[in-house]
């Protein structure tokens, strides 16, 4: 069984830095493409960043463009999100997933498996 465990939230002031961690464990790590997504009390689940498997290369939304780097540890099982400058409209709750596919994407539909997330709080 897939599972997804977050770390590294936490209240922060803007302009700060947050690096966020996703354990994952279950199966073959370096085979399937992982992303970060991030919800808002209110909003929707939002696409943050995704890496493909082997973690050579990756996409951010344009909020994310610039201040956040998403990169993976396959020998760790690890996944991680550095995000710089942050910040108040960053607030929200971050959950890493991960798909049944190779293929990387920006819609949450398209992930299978969720963490429970970490929250993240920025302060003006």
């Known amino acids: 069984q897939v599972q997804l465990v977050e770390s590294g939230g936490g209240l922060v002031q803007a302009g700060d830095s947050l690096k966020l961690s996703c354990a994952a464990s279950g199966r073959t790590f370096n085979t399937y493409a992982m992303g970060w997504f991030r919800q808002a009390p209110g909003k929707e689940r939002e696409f943050v960043c995704a890496?493909?498997?082997?973690?050579?290369?990756?996409y951010c939304s344009d909020s994310a463009k610039g201040r956040f780097t998403i990169s993976r540890d396959n020998a760790k099982n690890m996944m991680y999100l550095q995000m710089d400058n942050l910040k108040p409209e960053d607030t929200a709750v971050y959950h890493c997933?991960?798909?049944?596919?190779?293929?990387?994407?920006?819609?949450?539909?398209?992930?299978?498996?969720w963490g429970q997330g970490t929250q993240v709080t920025v302060s003006s």
């Open positions: 890496i493909i498997k082997s973690g050579s290369s990756s």
């Open positions: 997933a991960t798909n049944d596919s190779p293929v990387v994407s920006r819609v949450a539909a398209r992930y299978d498996y």
